[in-house]
């Protein structure tokens, strides 16, 4: 079946800093990617869209500046997160369609934790 | 816009119940419907998707949801429970047209007691 591969798992890095998370899909190609934030005991927020060769497109209230997305290739989209901040900590979880399957298949999640 | 209720956040049950998570969504049209399991720190594994026939569909490590319409439900359900069911289940929907990206219930915690 389809897979996603996200690395890191954790991250742990120093407030200013940036962290680069990637995403990729192992089986498939995948021209849509999507990244998502979860907070403690909450349920997914879907941060932006990623698309292949192109801008991403972000949701309401994310940041653009902060979440850069780069999905240079059919297989391969990483999420920077630029000058964190403690209130970037959370977990971050990427998602790619697999056309063939008709779902969307996710990764295994990024914990990141900025002190 | 699509969205999701899930109106429990937590069910306990004991080893070898029965389980039913309650899901309600809103939608204009006949949507796609998820439902997703995901187990401490890990990402989300699809546990069985609805998108048209039969209303009844049957998904992974046993379990199986119902779509009815008239309720506007999709309740998740499974006979008998085993200890490693214990995680964080959410349901989704998708909307019909486009792209159907999933939007995300807030999700029901399952424990499993001995």
């Known amino acids: 079946g389809a897979v996603v591969s996200q690395h890191p798992s954790r991250v742990i890095c120093k407030s200013g800093t940036s962290v680069k998370i990637e995403c990729r899909s192992l089986d498939f190609q995948a021209t849509t990617m999507f990244w998502y934030r979860q907070f403690p005991k909450q349920s997914l927020m879907l941060m932006a869209t990623s698309n292949e060769g192109s801008k991403a497109t972000y949701e309401q209230g994310v940041e653009k500046d902060k979440f850069l997305i780069n999905h240079a290739s059919l297989t391969l989209s990483t999420l920077t997160v630029t000058s964190a901040h403690p209130e970037d900590s959370s977990f971050y979880i990427c998602?790619?369609?697999?056309?063939?399957?008709?779902?969307?298949?996710f990764g295994s999640g990024t914990r990141l934790t900025v002190v | 816009a699509q969205s999701v209720t899930q109106p429990d956040i937590h069910i306990t049950v004991s080893e070898g119940a029965s389980l039913e998570l309650r899901c309600n969504y809103s939608?204009?049209?006949?949507?796609?419907l998820f439902w997703y399991v995901q187990s401490p720190g890990q990402g989300l594994q699809l546990l069985l998707k609805?998108?048209?026939?039969?209303?009844l569909v049957q998904g992974i490590k046993g379990f199986e949801a119902e779509f009815k319409r008239s309720q506007s439900s999709f309740n998740l359900r499974k006979p008998s429970v085993h200890w490693s069911d214990a995680a964080e289940y959410f349901c989704a929907v998708g909307a019909s047209g486009g792209s159907y990206i999933p939007t995300f219930g807030r999700g029901t915690s399952l424990i499993v007691h001995p």
């Open positions: 998602s790619a369609r697999d056309a063939g399957a008709y779902g969307y298949t």
């Open positions: 609805y998108f048209s026939g039969d209303t």
């Open positions: 939608y204009g049209a006949t949507p796609y």
